[in-house]
């Protein structure tokens, strides 16, 4: 009996605390020990996400105070007395401790893992296993930071948030150009290799789709979000990214942008193009002047814009909107892409502080328990920069908070969010030096025609 306990109990127990193939063979045979274990702390970014969500619902409040003994103020058990303060653990207040404990996760592992070259070191042991300690970790961290007093936390961490979240917009536009750089690479090849009309006919479709859905944007938001006689920030934000992505486009089709990179088109311009739309409109829904930002309702039902969100009542604020589901949205596809990414573009390779060419090819192995593990191929090298995959992830915990909490700027005095201009300007700034990064991307290889850029 105890031989068949050990070997039902062992496999297990090996998942827990070994490497992360492990825990995904099952659906995932052919993954690399590399990719399995980003998917993994992924997965951890993810679940405080999702719990972050739980706890913002409108009305989860009320249902906790109707747990018997259990909120201050609440339903109360005779002779219990209530010690949570329920205020703490619900709404934006909860949503900065949750994603403060996963940017500590993220940082400690991100200083534990500098420097790690290839899975011979002892950290890359701690990297790629003992996830259920891992788990622990988080979760110690998580409860520790319903502990911190109010006092200026918030205020500080709403900083630490905006930085953060700048950083974070500029790392989804590389992982935007990567991703469109590989998908035109893809469809360019099969167009070559087999029926050409067809791929490129859907070069074509996706490109001028991109480009209306881009134009489309331009003019609702001088519909909606600019006024003959105000919004004069509006008028600039949207008409001085209008010219850049005319220009990131004009110039990605010159010759001579194209002799020297054969890979840049029309299609990573439209990408970008329409990410930068999405950006300016992001940026404009944070302006504290009601009169340059209506509210998504008032649009949908022509309801006068004073009316549906009054200026008098700075606490009445709508949490989730349609830019933040937006935003989530690309966030998930960035956390994912990067989770799984093989760029074969060395510049973002560079930038991204990857080198997917390097190490052993991986495959499917079974192991003495029977069960089916990934082939490790760091043993020659890393493929991914540990501790820039942990900084990334922490980044991406900052953004969350910030599009959980719809960039509002929390205001102890009053327990009012309240819509701050920084948050306008950071968002603005990042799509500028996005776009500039793009076109850098297109002009390098012609500038320094000697360096290799392929």
Request: net charge neutral; charged share 10%; hydrophobic share 45%.
């Amino acid at each position: 009996k105890m031989k068949i306990l050990s070997l039902i109990t062992y496999p297990h127990a090996s998942c827990l605390c070994g490497s992360a193939p492990c825990l995904l063979c099952g659906c995932c045979p052919s993954s690399n020990n590399s990719t399995v274990t980003r998917l993994v702390f992924s997965f951890f970014l993810l679940l405080g996400t999702l719990v972050s969500v739980i706890m913002i619902l409108p009305g989860m409040e009320t249902q906790l105070r109707k747990i018997p003994g259990f909120c201050q103020g609440g339903t109360t058990i005779p002779g219990i007395e209530n010690h949570v303060n329920c205020d703490v653990i619900v709404g934006y207040k909860s949503v900065y401790r949750m994603c403060f404990a996963m940017a500590c996760f993220f940082f400690l592992f991100s200083a534990i893992m500098i420097r790690v070259k290839s899975s011979k070191d002892p950290r890359a042991t701690i990297q790629n296993g003992f996830w259920f300690f891992k788990f622990l970790i988080l979760v110690g961290i998580t409860v520790g930071a319903f502990f911190i007093p109010d006092g200026t936390f918030h205020d500080v961490w709403f900083y630490f948030g905006i930085v953060g979240s700048f950083m974070f917009i500029l790392i989804q536009l590389i992982l935007l150009i990567d991703f469109a750089h590989s998908w035109n690479e893809v469809w360019v090849r099969n167009a070559e290799e087999g029926n050409s009309k067809c791929w490129f006919s859907g070069l074509l479709f996706f490109t001028v789709l991109h480009y209306a859905l881009a134009f489309a944007a331009v003019v609702l938001f001088y519909l909606y979000y600019t006024k003959p006689d105000n919004c004069a920030e509006h008028k600039f934000f949207i008409s001085f990214n209008l010219i850049l992505c005319v220009i990131i486009s004009v110039v990605s089709v010159l010759p001579k942008v194209q002799d020297a990179s054969p890979q840049s088109g029309l299609l990573q311009s439209s990408i970008i193009t329409l990410y930068t739309m999405y950006v300016t409109w992001s940026a404009m829904t944070n302006n504290p002047n009601r009169e340059c930002n209506p509210s998504l309702l008032s649009l949908v039902s022509n309801i006068n814009k004073t009316e549906a969100m009054p200026t008098s009542s700075p606490g009445m604020v709508q949490l989730w909107d349609a830019q933040g589901i937006v935003g989530l949205v690309i966030f998930l596809f960035c956390t994912f892409y990067a989770s799984i990414r093989s760029s074969s573009n060395a510049q973002v390779n560079r930038l991204m502080q990857t080198e997917e060419g390097k190490g052993s090819v991986g495959g499917e192995e079974v192991g003495e328990d029977g069960l089916r593990r990934a082939m490790d191929n760091e043993e020659d090298g890393v493929t991914y920069n540990y501790s820039f995959f942990h900084f990334h992830l922490l980044l991406a915990s900052l953004y969350i908070m910030m599009t959980l909490t719809n960039w509002y700027k929390p205001d102890i005095t009053t327990q009012a969010m309240q819509n701050t201009i920084p948050a306008v300007w950071v968002k603005i700034s990042s799509s500028w030096l996005g776009l500039g990064l793009y076109l850098w991307t297109l002009v390098a290889p012609v500038i320094f025609p000697n360096r290799d850029f392929n």
